[in-house]
T-cell receptor
Framework: QQPVQSPQAVILREGEDAVINCSSS?????VHWYRQKHGEAPVFLMI?????EQKGHDKISASFNEKKQQSSLYLTASQLSYSGTYFC?????????FGTGTSLTVIP | NAGVMQNPRHLVRRRGQEARLRCSPM?????VYWYRQLPEEGLKFMVY????????ESGMPKERFSAEFPKEGPSILRIQQVVRGDSAAYFC??????????FGEGSRLTVL
């Protein structure tokens, strides 16, 4: 039931790009993305609804392929502030599960 | 407009005692979720509640753990006869319908 994220961890230099993938075994109504910094609560980034939409703000965007039950988060020109653990959250209609998490570290 | 409020922020209990964690959702939110997080691990779903109803408790251990979200007052996660393995951060999140989840700051339980 828990969606699987890949990669588990990634280290980037400032300015590099990264892609985080989220895959579910169940049909999804929507996918959420959250970022959690160490010792803090998760913070909402964006939500994607059925329809294969793509969203983004600033240099962080995401896509949702409902047929494949997959979503990807794209971080371009990464900044130090992007460091944290990224979780996808999948909504099947009556259940909401977070993915396994991807630890992202941006170094100068 | 206050966010999701959790208390206590930190709780220390000895083995065998009870722990009660409270969560007041954001105003207008009727959906409450509880998650457990061990150090350096992800958020593990425990239970999803709407006012006076448990919608999904598939992530909650069958014994010692219970949750409620009464018509009035906060949602409560109750852990009876705590053991060392219950030590974790417990996060509550609320949402209006099936939209964005707003998280509380978490309650960190330490069992001695």
């Amino acid at each position: 039931q828990q969606p699987v994220q890949s990669p588990q961890a990634v280290i980037l230099r400032e300015g590099e790009d990264a892609v985080i993938n989220c895959s579910s075994s169940k049909a999804l109504y929507s996918v959420h993305w959250y970022r959690q910094k160490h010792g803090e609560a998760p913070v909402f980034l964006m939500i994607l609804l059925k329809g294969g939409e793509q969203k983004g703000h600033d240099k962080i965007s995401a896509s949702f392929n409902e047929k494949k039950q997959q979503s990807s988060l794209y971080l371009t020109a990464s900044q130090l502030s992007y460091s944290g653990t990224y979780f996808c959250g999948t909504d099947t209609g009556n259940q909401f599960y977070f993915g396994t998490g991807t630890s992202l570290t941006v170094i100068p | 407009n206050a966010g999701v409020m959790q208390n206590p922020r930190h709780l220390v209990r000895r083995r065998g005692q009870e722990a009660r964690l409270r969560c007041s959702p954001m105003k207008g939110h009727s959906h409450v979720y509880w998650y457990r997080q061990l150090p350096e691990e992800g958020l593990k779903f425990m239970v999803y509640l709407q006012k006076e109803n448990i919608i999904d408790e598939s992530g909650m251990p069958k014994e010692r753990f219970s949750a409620e979200f009464p018509k009035e007052g906060p949602s409560i996660l109750r852990i009876q006869q705590v053991v060392r393995g219950d030590s974790a951060a417990y996060f509550c999140a609320s949402s209006r319908d099936y939209g964005e989840l707003f998280f509380g700051e978490g309650s960190r339980l330490t069992v001695l």
